[in-house]
């Protein structure tokens, strides 16, 4: 008989052992469930453009941000509060400055082969503290804000707050692909064909900025942060985008900077830089980037 007892009471904690082994891997999986519901909310939307896809990263250097877009093999990184279709703006704009005439092949292969081996990249951000990054030291980068980023510039006769998509980007092109692949001719240092001409244009030869330009120059940029070279950097994407129209109604923003808003403008006062970048010896955009490529 306490045989028998103790039979039964053996069995009973058995029984309610496995029962609370039960009832934890319920709670277990439950919580496991949840979690991945969780994670799967937070998936990368790939976007619903016809040429990019948003992907997902896991790049050294870039951890501030969560998803990319590759033009040409150049990344284009977003923190999670860009929004998808200011991102996939960019990347079209990157792919009609490099591929101008959009027949799917870049317009110029030198200024590519030396954006790819410099690594360019451009980082789109939301608040200041997003450039809290540290890419790998032999990679080229420039930013592009969120909040500047206004896809219906172009679209809207180029009416309304600018696109500065059309300014950052070109400046990544410019810096790591075309002062590199022709560096007496673009690049960004004193004596260049570029930079003689921007001498003109600001004056005379400023190595640092001067406190006031001569009266005769119609580049005159004062921000002290930036050196001759980051001076270089500007002149060209001013001439380039003044030819293609993006500031033909800037003027009265723009005028304390950049005088030539229009491509006769600069063609009958900068000759100089007007030659350099309508030349074919280069393959430079002769259209400016509406943000739809191949579309």
């Known amino acids: 008989m306490i045989e028998k007892w103790l039979f039964l009471q053996i069995n ?35 976007g619903d453009d016809p040429n990019f896809t948003i992907i997902s990263h896991s790049d050294p250097g870039f951890s501030t941000t969560n998803r990319k877009v590759s033009v040409f093999g150049i990344d284009i990184y977003a923190v999670a509060e860009v929004n998808d279709s200011k991102l996939l703006h960019a990347a079209n704009v990157l792919a009609q400055y490099l591929d101008n005439n959009e027949d799917g092949l870049v317009d110029n292969v030198q200024i590519h082969n030396k954006m790819i081996e410099n690594k360019s990249f451009v980082i789109m951000w939301k608040y200041d503290t997003d450039l809290d990054i540290n890419p790998p030291n032999n990679r080229i980068g420039q930013d592009l804000g969120d909040d500047e980023t206004n896809p219906n510039f172009v679209i809207n006769n180029r009416q309304g707050q600018f696109d500065a998509s059309l300014e950052e980007i070109w400046h990544i092109i410019s810096h790591s692909g075309y002062a590199y692949a022709y560096p007496e001719v673009f690049g ?44 270089a950097a500007e002149y060209i994407y001013w001439g380039i985008t003044s030819i293609l129209g993006a500031q033909e109604n800037r ?37 400016l980037p509406d943000g739809a490529y191949n579309q």
């Open 188 to 231: 960004e240092n004193p004596g260049t064909t570029l930079t003689n001409a921007m001498d003109i244009a600001r004056g005379g030869y400023f190595i640092t900025v001067p406190q006031s330009y001569p009266s005769n120059a119609w580049y005159t940029y004062y921000d002290y942060t930036c050196e001759y070279e980051c001076m």
């Open 251 to 287: 003027l009265n923003e723009i005028g304390n900077e950049w005088i030539l808003n229009t491509p006769e403008l600069v063609q009958s006062i900068d000759s100089g830089l007007y030659k350099l970048l309508t030349s074919q010896d280069y393959n430079l955009p002769t259209v």
């Open 12 to 46: 009973n904690k058995m029984f309610k052992r496995f029962f609370s082994y039960l009832f934890l891997f319920f709670l277990i999986f439950n919580f496991s469930f949840l979690f991945s519901c969780k994670g799967e909310s937070n998936d990368i939307n790939p």
